[in-house]
């Protein structure tokens, strides 16, 4: 991909774009620790059960910007990718070929995210921030998840038993919902934890901030359209005025 097209299809994106940028990378990630690292069993129930979901949100993603382009034809020269990547790791493909494709097929599709990422993160700040900390809040959730369940699982007391409830209390406690039904009983875990509700209150704090960024934007975007349109007016008096006293010049002449 050219840094023509790269700035083109930058411009286009909008925060939520950018999200699914960053989970292309968090992807790759782990695809790269299912290949080299023997992990557990129910590590590997988290990582698929969050595959399954983001591959969701990569194909809304691929439908968003399928509708918006003005070339279908142009847009599947890379779209392509897009669609194929969100097939998920599902275990009837898992040693088919398939999975084979889609593993390359992804880290193309990361490769090209992040210079996605870096460009969007020059030109639009404030939406590339807010997009950044909720794509790092999910990849909290996810490995959150895997921390607690070998920290709390057949420890006494302890009510986090599988990926489900490892994933559910991960993510009440980013949401600073914290329903209490699961609850961490070890030292290590309520690290964790802290970590995660620390991290909930960041993203609250971001989210406030965007909005009232946004806001504001909204409103100089206003003023500034009502300034150029008060010059265009004055210009336009200008003219008319201009001609009138050439109309007049001419008069006194004859």
């Not at 969007?120 to 369940?149: D, E, H, P, W």
Request: glycine residues 6%; neutral net charge.
């Amino acid at each position: 991909m050219t840094n023509k097209s790269i700035e083109k299809e930058a411009i286009d994106f909008g925060p939520f774009q950018f999200f699914t940028l960053v989970l292309s990378i968090y992807v790759l990630v782990a695809l790269f620790a299912e290949s080299v690292f023997k992990l557990p069993s129910d590590v590997r129930e988290i990582l698929a059960i969050t595959d399954n979901i983001i591959c969701l949100v990569f194909l809304a993603d691929f439908f968003i910007r399928l509708k918006r382009a003005e070339s279908k034809k142009h847009f599947m020269k890379w779209g392509w990718i897009d669609l194929l990547s969100s097939i998920p790791m599902l275990d009837m493909f898992r040693y088919g070929r398939i999975v084979r494709v889609v593993r390359v097929l992804r880290i193309l599709r990361a490769v090209r995210s992040t210079k996605m990422i870096l460009y969007y993160l020059f030109r639009n700040k404030t939406q590339g921030t807010f997009s950044l900390v909720s794509a790092v809040s999910v990849i909290l959730v996810i490995f959150g998840a895997i921390a607690m369940l070998q920290l709390e699982k057949g420890i006494d007391g302890s009510n986090i038993h599988n990926a489900g409830d490892a994933l559910w209390w991960a993510f009440v406690t980013i949401t600073t919902v914290g329903y209490g039904d699961f609850y961490p009983v070890t030292y290590e875990g309520r690290v964790v934890a802290a970590v995660l509700m620390t991290a909930g209150v960041g993203l609250f704090g971001t989210f406030t901030g965007f909005v009232a960024s946004w806001f504001l934007e909204e409103d100089s975007d206003k003023q500034d359209t009502h300034v150029v349109t008060n010059l265009r007016n004055e210009i336009s008096e200008l003219k008319s005025d201009i001609a009138d006293l050439k109309v007049a010049i001419e008069n006194s002449k004859n």
